[in-house]
């Protein structure tokens, strides 16, 4: 319902007047996180479109870990429900590149949500993979495979087994 009443243009439109003000920020967050945690629910995704660029630009100069936690799990989310369609759309406002440099966080719960994230987003077409490959996730996941986490190890297993679905190309990478 909140939704459907604007609310996705409303939050974008606080943060961008107020981005200076990290608790503002932290809570838009948080937000945005609790109406995209259950993609099921979610009516129609031109309600949450407006939502995407704020992501991403959260993704690239926010430092709060909880706000970088959040953002990606709310992309996490997004891409898990297929019937969403969110991939592309994300990968066309440039969500790739930042979300890569999320790989090597200092924060394990941010690595966490962010290799989630990617391994959903390579379950695409291969046009899709090659976007996060030009972003220069190969690299990045590279020491994640030595992780000491269980969830990051089998995620970015996931996401390695993903790529090398992908064409004989991208598999010789």
């Given at each position: 319902m909140l939704l459907v009443a604007g609310l996705a243009p409303a939050v974008v439109s606080a943060v961008s007047n107020f981005?200076?003000?990290p608790s503002l920020v932290?809570?838009?967050?948080?937000?945005?996180?609790?109406?995209?945690?259950?993609?099921?629910?979610?009516?129609?995704?031109?309600?949450?479109k407006p939502l995407l660029p704020l992501l991403v630009e959260l993704l690239?100069?926010?430092?709060?870990?909880?706000?970088?936690?959040?953002?990606?799990?709310?992309?996490a989310g997004?891409?898990?429900?297929?019937?969403?369609?969110?991939?592309?759309?994300?990968?066309r406002i440039g969500v790739g590149a930042p979300l890569v440099e999320q790989l090597a966080h200092r924060s394990v719960a941010v690595v966490d949500q962010a290799v989630r994230s990617l391994g959903n987003l390579l379950s695409g077409d291969d046009a899709q993979t090659?976007?996060?490959?030009?972003?220069?996730?190969?690299?990045?996941?590279?020491?994640?495979?030595?992780?000491?986490?269980?969830?990051?190890?089998?995620?970015?297993?996931r996401a390695v087994g993903n790529i090398t679905a992908?064409?004989?190309?991208?598999?010789?990478?």
């Open positions: 981005y200076l003000y932290n809570n838009a967050t948080w937000v945005t996180a609790n109406v995209c945690r259950a993609p099921k629910s979610i009516p129609d995704t031109n309600t949450i690239r100069y926010n430092k709060d870990d909880d706000v970088m936690k959040r953002s990606c799990r709310v992309i997004l891409t898990a429900a297929k019937s969403l369609g969110m991939t592309e759309d994300l990968l090659q976007v996060l490959i030009d972003a220069g996730i190969v690299p990045a996941l590279r020491p994640l495979l030595s992780c000491d986490n269980y969830h990051i190890c089998k995620d970015t297993l992908g064409n004989r190309e991208q598999v010789e990478v």
